[in-house]
């Protein structure tokens, strides 16, 4: 059953895949920044390239999952959401906050944004991916606040579910754990203790409960499988991301000063983290195979399944790699980090809240269960295209990784940082290569939504699933 009020997820969307295309193309001149080291400067320098690149990144998949809540509460809770008109502000006042301050860093000297945004009265810039104004992390959790108490709002009037309970929970903890943000401590190994509580928390925390929750009610709804079998995966999956994710923040504190205990624990439960994506993968798979009727939106059920697949693959696989104490030794900073960071985010967060659009965005525009069979072929086409290509992209920064560990930390007779680098430079070369056939990819996903539906017989199935 739909409700009016899921309407207010659209510009959710529609904003967040416009800062999607927009991190792309920041992440494309930071690459060819690498190759060549004065394109665009001094307009757009390296370091607020990367700063852009990241922080839109982060900012565009607080939309999608804003969206993608404001969609799914309201239909498991089978009650209209509590306030559409403040969904709606909120979602201006984050758009403006967030465009003000991309303006701010890309115009503006960092210390002079810094200066005018009042951040010697509460001290909070200068960090990596908090690099926000304080004026902007303050506007964070305005939003924050409001979004938290529309949706909670509507889950305490209606049905509770085990899939609303798993989203309220990751989202509030996503909101508690910004708050980490405004404590910037003068000692730097107190800062890096508290500074993890938000950046690895939030992405292998508290965000894989929001994954988990949307995976959990995208495979609801196409695959018909009953809500108890798909619950009880959902149990099992949280508890262990839980386990392992609080646990194995000890991974990032082996070199920062921290008590030597943190080595074998951050080890050990570090190492435990791919279980859970494992178990994802299997149980995505599980209830596809499982499902009593074929969904006609296709390419929903492949994010679904590729979310799945590529978390465990660029979470799991690609971060067990260098996360244990005496591998970690060499690799920390390298380009494998980096290596992992794409395929990670990519496979849990970035493809999720893709898959949410995909079998969200027909129902939200008067197409019933999917698009026409042509448009639904070229959304297919843009998830071959970026899933491929964030692959190669993975495999040129671990070849990267590997050659610069090597060279770099366990030669003989190292060679400087900057040396290193002129002998992976045919790795960044490929990178970029392969970033520019995902960005195509990207193109063809935004023309997907522009084909007409036609007559196919796709726009004009229902599926309801409760």
Known sequence: MQYSSQAVAKPYFIVAIALFVGQILFGL??????????????????????????????????????????????????????????????????????????????????????????????????????????????????????FLYNIGMTILKGRKTVVNMVLLMGLVGLAVMFLFSFYNPSNLVLDKYYWWWVVHLWVEGVWELILGAILAFILIKVTGVDREI?????????????????????????????????QIWGSVFSALEPIPFFMMTVYAFNMVNQRRREHPNKPAVLWALGTAVMAFLGAGVWG?????????????????????????????????????????????????????????????????????????ITLFLTAAGILQVWLQRVSDTPMSFMQTQDQVMIFYWLRELAGGVFFIGLIVYLISFFIESGDSSATTATVDVK
């Open 29 to 146: 001149i930071i690459g060819m920044q690498y190759v060549i080291g004065d394109f665009l400067f001094p307009a757009i320098p390296f370091n607020v390239a990367r700063m852009v690149h990241t922080n839109l990144l982060i900012v565009w998949l607080l939309f999608g999952f804003m969206g993608a809540s404001y969609y799914l509460v309201p239909e498991e809770a089978e009650t209209e959401l509590h306030s559409p008109k403040l969904a709606w502000i909120l979602c201006i006042i984050f758009t403006v906050v967030g465009g003000v301050t991309i303006l701010g860093y890309l115009l503006v000297p960092y210390a002079t944004l810094a200066e005018i945004t009042g951040n010697h009265f509460l001290p909070t810039m200068g960090r990596e991916f908090l690099e926000q104004p304080t004026m902007t992390k303050i506007g964070i959790v305005i939003v924050a606040l409001g």
């Open 230 to 262: 798909i619950e009880k995966w959902l149990y099992i999956i949280i508890a262990m991301t839980l386990i392992t994710g609080v646990i194995g923040t000890g991974h990032h504190y082996y070199w920062i000063g921290a008590p030597e205990y943190w």
């Open 320 to 392: 067990f790699l260098h996360t244990l104490a005496p591998v970690n030794y060499y690799t920390h900073g390298t380009q494998i980090t980096a290596a992992h960071g794409h395929m990670a985010f990519y496979g849990a967060y970035v493809m999720i809240v893709l898959a949410i659009i995909s079998y969200a965005m027909p129902l939200l525009r008067g197409r019933a269960a999917a698009n026409s069979e042509k448009a639904q072929v070229w959304e297919m086409w843009s998830f071959w295209l970026m899933t491929i290509s964030i692959i190669f």
